[in-house]
């Protein structure tokens, strides 16, 4: 039998901009129009997190530290109560919004840029990434010219569940929490100077009235068509689409309907 695959992760950021990814999401749809959706939680990161940031994942009891929570022919309190169900009276139009032609309730928290009110918790496209059980990153942080982006970076790595090895020292369950607690408190003090001194910078720039503020994002057709191309062979997520051309997912969307709509 045929089946629709859809596959997402439940993520939050802290107030530094950290993000946690903590739970996957696949969401099976049949020719028979049965479905299935099976949430696999990340138990090493959310026992990163406490309230107020993170509270739990709303419909899943998360106490029972199962491997994994199914919802047979049933939409999980998660999706149902932060995306259009489909009675909603404007769906096609948010559909519409993000370049969708019908109603894939996962599919549409991926795309959206939307907020939920009750809880911080967003949706993200599985990244395509490497999924290797051990991840060097020796090569990649040697192109890291401050410590705070290598801290960042290590911490995005440990946030997202990884096991990795930086200058022959692993980083896995075992020792993820430690490692977290130190680097996190280093990262925010980096970070805490690296904002004053561009806070000051901004100040000095605007009493020499040098200071413009942010330009709005200029983008010629080749730019976008060749990451927009790299999106439909699924090299890249749409969110990574978005952010390397630096604008939002919504307004990828909008652009890819107006650049290559018949």
């Known amino acids: 039998m045929k089946e629709l695959l859809t596959q997402g992760i ?16 696949d969401y099976r749809l049949w020719e028979n129009e049965e479905f299935e959706y ?12 406490g ?12 106490d029972l530290r199962k491997e994994e929570y199914v919802r047979r ?3 999980p309190v998660f999706i149902s109560e932060r995306s259009p169900g489909p009675n909603r009276e404007n769906l096609w139009e948010l559909l519409e919004e993000c370049g969708m032609d019908y109603l894939n309730q996962l599919e549409w928290l991926i795309r959206t840029d939307m907020k939920y009110s009750g809880d911080p918790l967003y949706v993200k496209a599985v990244s395509p990434d490497s999924t290797a059980d051990l991840i060097c990153i020796d090569q990649e942080l040697a192109g890291a010219k401050r410590s705070a982006d290598r801290i960042r970076r ?6 997202r569940g990884s096991n990795i090895r930086y200058e022959g020292f692993a980083i896995d369950d075992s020792n993820r929490r430690s490692c977290y607690e130190l680097l996190y408190r280093l990262y925010e003090k ?3 100077y690296l904002r004053e001194r561009q ?10 009235g040098k200071y413009r503020g942010r330009k709005p994002v200029s983008l010629s057709f080749s730019e976008f068509d060749q990451m927009y191309q790299a999106y439909k062979r699924k090299q890249v997520s749409a969110e990574e689409a978005a952010k390397r051309l630096g604008i939002s997912k919504s307004t990828f969307f909008r652009r890819a309907r107006r650049y290559f709509s018949d």
Do not use: M, T
């Open 190 to 192: 980096e970070a805490g």
């Open 199 to 208: 806070r000051a910078g901004v100040e000095k720039a605007k009493l020499a």
């Open 38 to 49: 099976r949430f696999r939680p990340n138990y090493s990161v959310i026992d990163l997190l």
């Open 51 to 62: 309230p107020p940031l993170f509270q739990g994942i709303p419909g899943l009891n998360l």
């Open 154 to 159: 290590i911490l995005a790595y440990i946030c």
């Open 73 to 75: 022919n049933r939409v």
């Open 10 to 25: 439940i993520c939050v950021k802290d107030e530094l901009e950290i993000e946690y990814q903590l739970c996957e999401i």
